[in-house]
């Protein structure tokens, strides 16, 4: 299993303002997945970051509004810019893990943004 | 697209068996997995169906079924840190996981 950190673990952040999330696995991935879950929800896939590459974005989810860096295989950093209150949520990072014909997602603790 | 469901909220009492279902609207997929989520914790694996059938993983079972579209979670001998959010979730060929929305469990005493 991976073991995956966040930083920060919470933050509140003024409008307008960007904040940028760091993710580390203490081994080597290919992929690593952003997710937003707003509170009660479930969890909504924002990008797959590959090293190497440009993160690959979901339906409604755009490059200027949560750009990510992916500099090596053990780190990514996912940034919210122009933050709203709609931006208030749970922003977690995941790495896959394939054994066989299963996939298991290993999630970090998660990065909780209040944005006022 | 792909979509699944499930109930919003189950309640059982300690001891008892609840089972959490999944039905899914999608196109081939690898199998069906099960992640449970504390209040303010991060999604943990409990189990994956890649083909039909129960898998059994201590107090925690899982079944699928492809043909009727269909999967559950089966807790038994429920305790009260079984409290949680529970969530199936598939990996579409090519695609990236979708989760579902979720089923709030609360174990009451």
């Known amino acids: 299993s991976a073991v995956i950190s966040q930083k920060p673990s919470r933050d509140i952040c003024q409008r307008g303002t960007s904040l940028t999330i760091q993710c580390q696995v203490d081994?080597?991935?290919?992929?690593m997945f952003w997710y937003r879950q707003q509170p009660g929800q479930s969890l909504t896939l924002i990008a797959t970051a590959n090293q190497g590459s440009e993160a690959t974005y979901e339906s409604g989810f755009v490059i200027d509004k949560f750009p990510i860096s992916r500099p090596n295989l053990t780190f990514s950093t996912l940034t919210v810019s122009n933050m709203s209150p709609e931006d208030s949520s749970i922003y977690l990072c995941?790495?896959?893990?394939?054994?066989?014909?299963?996939?298991?997602?290993?999630f970090g603790p998660g990065t909780r943004l209040l944005v006022l | 697209g792909q979509s699944l469901e499930q109930p919003s909220e189950v309640t059982a009492v300690e001891g008892a068996i609840v089972q959490i279902n999944c039905t899914y609207q999608?196109?081939?997929?690898?199998?069906l997995s099960w992640y449970q989520q504390h209040d303010g914790g991060a999604p943990t694996f409990l189990s994956y169906?890649?083909?039909?059938g129960l898998e059994e993983t201590g107090r925690f079972s899982s079944f699928l079924s492809r043909s009727d579209s269909y999967g559950y979670l089966l807790l038994q001998e429920l305790q009260m840190k079984d409290s949680a959010s529970y969530f199936c979730a598939v990996r579409p060929y090519g695609q990236n996981f979708v989760f579902g929305p979720g089923t709030r469990l609360s174990v009451l005493p």
């Open positions: 999608t196109s081939g997929f690898y199998g």
């Open positions: 081994s080597q991935v290919t992929m």
């Open positions: 995941s790495v896959e893990d394939w054994k066989g014909r299963q996939e298991t997602q290993y």
């Open positions: 169906n890649a083909l039909d």
